[in-house]
């Protein structure tokens, strides 16, 4: 039996969110596909493959497993581990190094990483990357229990992170206790508050991103198809959540409506606004109190708001970056050979 010795040089990247296990399973069914492995032939053993790459053998063996599972190697009793005969059903090689090649140029094109990337694919797949997975934490400075909620409802159903819930009022405090930012990776806050956050956060040294939540434009639509002049009013458990949302809905620049005000779920501000108002948009916590107070006269718009992605994307590569040379894995040299890194992985 020959000992085939791979054509290429397979790429052990301990820094890289996506797991060895993973890396190697993907870097040997491309080689396979791409008929650097032709059928029929034997990989080197367990052994050799787990010595000649300097990662734990039990790594291998999944790989392995993985591999037969897909339908790209079967085992051969007592003479080892062959490439299959028929290879299941895939993109040709070219198609799917072309998408790569292109998925790679337009995030280069948005100032994206390679670890962007890895962490942005494993995010859409639903996969937390093992360096991510319950390790980071974000700062959330709010001046309302409220927008706490809301915020950290909204980050954490879109990021794997655990959200760290403080008043604006309480963060002195805080910080206080704490002599450097390493518990957390970052803060994020509205934009009305970010000065006071960033100089009270200054001298520990974490970045500060600014949030911003914005009417759904489903409720944009529906504003914009309203009779010219009908008046506006907005209305929210919290008066920052109202002026905020009121705020982007005066920045969609209708000229059919008119913007009365804004106020809060409970108070006498609220029969007032709702007397002088055709139109009401808030949230559906809201909403209840509005009607019982209005009747069926008034039109109410339910809108939760929407948190910009744009938000969400700068928060997550900066989480990315912020892990330093752990997360990021270094450049492929330019002419796409896989380099071999002998460091110990210490399992999949």
Request: charged share 20%.
């Amino acid at each position: 039996m020959t000992v085939l010795r791979l054509p290429v040089r397979l790429q052990v990247d301990k820094h890289s969110p996506i797991p060895i296990r993973r890396q190697l399973t993907e870097q040997l069914k491309h080689v396979i596909e791409g008929g650097g492995v032709p059928p029929d032939q034997a990989l080197p053993s367990i052994r050799e493959l787990a010595g000649f790459l300097g990662i734990n053998p039990n790594t291998i063996a999944r790989v392995i497993e993985d591999l037969k599972r897909g339908g790209y190697v079967e085992a051969r009793a007592g003479k080892g581990v062959f490439v299959a005969p028929t290879l299941p059903a895939c993109p040709l090689p070219n198609r799917r190094q072309g998408f790569l090649r292109d998925v790679v140029i337009r995030a280069a094109a948005l100032g994206m990483t390679a670890g962007d990337v890895a962490v942005g694919v494993l995010s859409v797949a639903g996969v937390r990357p093992a360096v991510v997975r319950g390790m980071v934490t974000v700062l959330l400075v709010e001046c309302s229990p409220p927008e706490l909620d809301f915020f950290a409802a909204k980050l954490e159903a879109e990021l794997p992170v655990r959200v760290e819930k403080v008043l604006l009022e309480e963060l002195g405090a805080a910080v206080g206790h704490r002599k450097t930012g390493g518990r957390w990776a970052a803060a994020v806050t509205s934009f009305c508050h970010l000065p006071a956050v960033e100089q009270r956060l200054q001298r520990l040294g974490i970045p500060v991103i600014a949030l911003l939540a914005e009417a759904h434009l489903e409720t944009l639509q529906r504003l914009a198809q309203l009779p010219a002049g009908t008046r506006v009013g907005v209305i929210a458990a919290a008066i920052e959540t109202a002026h905020s949302l009121e705020h982007s809905i005066a920045n969609a620049g209708l000229p059919n409506i008119r913007l009365v005000g804004a106020s809060p779920a409970e108070g006498a501000g609220l029969r007032s606004l709702i007397r002088r108002v055709d139109v009401v948009i808030c949230s559906s916590v809201a909403a209840e109190r509005v009607r019982q107070l209005a009747g069926p006269k008034l039109q109410v718009i339910i809108d939760e708001r929407a948190l910009d992605q744009r938000a969400i994307e700068m928060l997550a590569t900066v989480l990315v970056r912020g892990t330093g040379e752990r997360t990021i894995p270094p450049p492929r040299p330019p002419n796409g050979s896989y380099a071999l890194d002998r460091r110990r992985d210490g399992g999949a």
